[in-house]
C-alpha cells in the first residue's frame, strides 16, 4: 500500500507564504506509478474543495479564487507533489489534503490521500 505523508502546514499572517510537500512511499522491493497528483481543502462547517490539479504531463489547473496566488508542482525523482502559496488571506484557513492517482501494478490507477495538514492564515 502506498502512503501519502503531508508536511508543511502552520501558522502565518495574511500576506504571508506557506508550500506544502506531499511524499509518496512504499514498502521495500513495492513499485507503483502516479498519474495526476491534487490539493483539496476543506474548512469548518464546509464542503471539501477542489484546490489545484496536476497531471503526469505538468498540465496544471486552479479553482478560480487561488489564480496568480498558488502554484502546484511536482518533483517525480522525490515522488513528491508542492502546493507554494503566496499572499495568504484569512479564508484560506483550511485543513489541507494532497490526492493522487497511483497504480500499484498493471491495472487502474485508485485515489490515494495524505493524512491532512492544518494552514491557519490570521488576520
Known amino acids: 500500500q502506498v502512503q501519502l505523508v503531508e508536511s508543511g502546514g502552520g501558522l502565518v499572517q495574511a500576506g504571508g507564504s506557506l508550500r506544502l510537500a506531499c511524499a509518496a512511499s512504499?514498502?521495500?522491493?513495492?513499485?507503483?506509478?502516479?498519474?495526476?497528483m491534487a490539493w483539496y481543502r476543506q474548512a469548518p462547517g464546509k464542503q471539501r474543495e477542489l484546490v489545484a490539479t496536476?497531471?503526469?504531463?505538468?498540465?496544471?489547473n486552479y479553482v478560480d479564487s487561488v489564480k496568480g496566488r498558488f502554484t502546484i508542482s511536482r518533483d517525480n525523482t522525490k515522488n513528491t507533489v508542492y502546493l507554494q502559496m503566496s499572499s495568504l488571506k484569512p479564508v484560506d484557513t483550511a485543513v489541507y489534503y494532497c490526492?493522487?492517482?497511483?497504480?500499484?501494478?498493471?491495472?487502474?490507477?485508485?485515489?490515494?490521500w495524505g493524512q491532512g495538514t492544518q494552514v491557519t492564515v490570521s488576520s
Open positions: 512504499a514498502a521495500s522491493g513495492n513499485i507503483f506509478s502516479i498519474n495526476a
Open positions: 490526492n493522487a492517482h497511483i497504480s500499484t501494478g498493471l491495472g487502474p490507477y485508485d485515489d490515494y
Open positions: 496536476i497531471t503526469s504531463g505538468n498540465s496544471m
